[in-house]
């Protein structure tokens, strides 16, 4: 089992989260100064779930979040890339929460390369088929959930993959590309609304 001190010591920046739940209720959450990075304030992290703030940790790190496993491989595919191939990648590091045809590669950001703006690829029906998750158009952060935490549906996430979670592997540069490919081409859809545009990235 990975404590909460090793993953801060190594780097990881946290956020508490309701013990069940999958976001945080502080809604000053995102805010680097709110962030807990120091392994003495390991103990604020007691009786709650984990989520990893990608933008604030050291190295920036990143989360693939496969919604549906299915359509995600096509999509790859399309890109000439095998998502078996990075599932099963000797130093791969994946979260499960347990949900059928989900998962959740994990990589570190390479040195140079500030918080990418996060993506979400919806499949033809309008659900989500996955997301690109580091940072905020804003230059905020974005957060996964990790393991030892609780899921919702009752299931506990746990690390999969040949990797060391605190130890993660580089982005490949395929999926670095493909990423920022995703932020230049951003199609911005505008909306009879107070919150401004809204970015969607191309499926």
């Given at each position: ?5 090793d ?30 990075t ?21 190295p920036l ?106 130890n ?13 490919d995703?932020?230049?081409?951003q ?13 969607v990235?191309?499926?």
């Amino acid at each position: 089992m990975i404590s909460v001190q090793d993953m801060l010591s190594h780097g990881y920046a946290l956020t508490p989260v309701p013990f069940g739940e999958k976001g945080p209720k502080d809604k000053a959450w995102n805010q680097r100064q709110n962030v807990i990075t120091d392994v003495k304030d390991a103990y604020r992290l007691q009786g709650f779930n984990l989520g990893l703030c990608h933008a604030y940790a050291n190295p920036l790190t990143a989360a693939f979040d496969l919604d549906d496993t299915t359509y995600s491989d096509a999509w790859f595919s399309k890109r000439g890339i095998t998502l078996a191939d990075l599932l099963n990648a000797d130093d791969a590091v994946i979260v499960s929460s347990g949900k059928a045809n989900s998962l959740k590669p994990l990589y570190r950001l390479p040195g140079g390369v500030e918080a990418l703006v996060s993506q979400k690829v919806n499949k033809p029906d309008g659900n989500c088929g996955l997301e690109l998750r580091c940072g905020t158009k804003g230059g905020l952060t974005v957060q996964d959930i990790i393991p030892p935490s609780r899921h919702p549906l009752g299931t506990t996430y746990r690390f999969l993959g040949r990797g060391n979670p605190l130890n993660l592997p580089v982005i490949p540069e395929c999926l670095l590309r493909i990423w920022e490919d995703l932020n230049a081409n951003q199609v911005t859809k505008k909306k009879p609304s107070a919150q401004g545009p809204i970015y969607v990235a191309v499926p």
